[in-house]
């Protein structure tokens, strides 16, 4: 921690209360090389995969799908899911989800995908 840093609490109602775009994260927090980040999510998102990174999904509010391509996993509020790096998968949700993600630093949430309207600016804090 620099001079200047200060360790606050964080209000997870709060930070989710200004997030107004579904799949646009939000880094909330770093420690050791990751990002905690929040989204809100609705409908299908793309498939993809991460090459070389893990990503954990935490569910905060709401239900979500997680499908790989033999398989689905649904997760509730206080559930959590780590896909491991190089699955194919897609995150759906039928109504809004509020999650947080664990990442390493400067992960695209596309993964291997460019998508005009889902890939989202990376590093945006809130």
Known sequence: MTTGER??????????????????????????GQEVKLVKVLGEFTWHHHEHEDELFLVHTGSLRIEFRDRTVTLGPG?????????????????????LLFEPAGVRNTGNVHDDVLTAPQGVKI
């Open 7 to 32: 360790m606050e609490k964080v209000s997870l109602a709060d930070k989710f209360a200004h997030i107004t775009e579904h799949w646009r994260p939000r880094v909330v927090a770093e420690l050791n």
């Open 79 to 99: 559930e959590m899911l780590v896909v491991p790096r190089g699955v194919e998968h897609r995150p759906v949700a039928d109504a809004e989800v509020s999650m």
